[in-house]
Nanobody, 120 residues
Framework: VQLQASGGGLVQPGGSLRLSCAAS????????IGWFRQAPGKEREGVSC????????YYVDSVKGRFTISRDNDKNTVYLHMNSVKPEDTAVYYC??????????????WGQGTEVTVSS
């Protein structure tokens, strides 16, 4: 059972990036999957979560209108589409699954992180 996050890298302010969270060993149907991030010196925070059963989503205020979470059940993958990125989006991004609250404490299984750096 594994969650594999990928897609991070260096992007300029205002640019776009797509992160992928691929599940293996289980199917993403009927799961609550989230993207979290941890910037240097800061606590890990919930960025966006999706209920793969009904498609309902959550976004933290700082990314609303810029990030979009989506899922591809055929590929067993959840994506985080990051648009109009800002330097403050710089962080290590993790995907995780757990209870239906987009909070670090609600997640019970974590993938490894993928680093996103927003800089000119």
């Amino acid at each position: 059972v594994q969650l594999q996050a990928s897609g991070g890298g260096l992007v300029q302010p205002g640019g776009s990036l797509r992160l992928s969270c691929a599940a293996s060993g289980f199917t993403l149907d009927y799961y609550y999957i989230g993207w979290f991030r941890q910037a240097p010196g800061k606590e890990r925070e919930g960025v966006s979560c999706i209920n793969t059963w009904d498609g309902s989503t959550y976004y933290v205020d700082s990314v609303k209108g810029r990030f979009t979470i989506s899922r591809d059940n055929d590929k067993n993958t959840v994506y985080l589409h990051m648009n109009s990125v800002k330097p403050e989006d710089t962080a290590v991004y993790y995907c995780a699954t757990g209870a239906r609250q987009c909070r670090v404490s609600a997640m019970g299984f974590w993938g490894q992180g993928t680093e996103v750096t927003v800089s000119s």
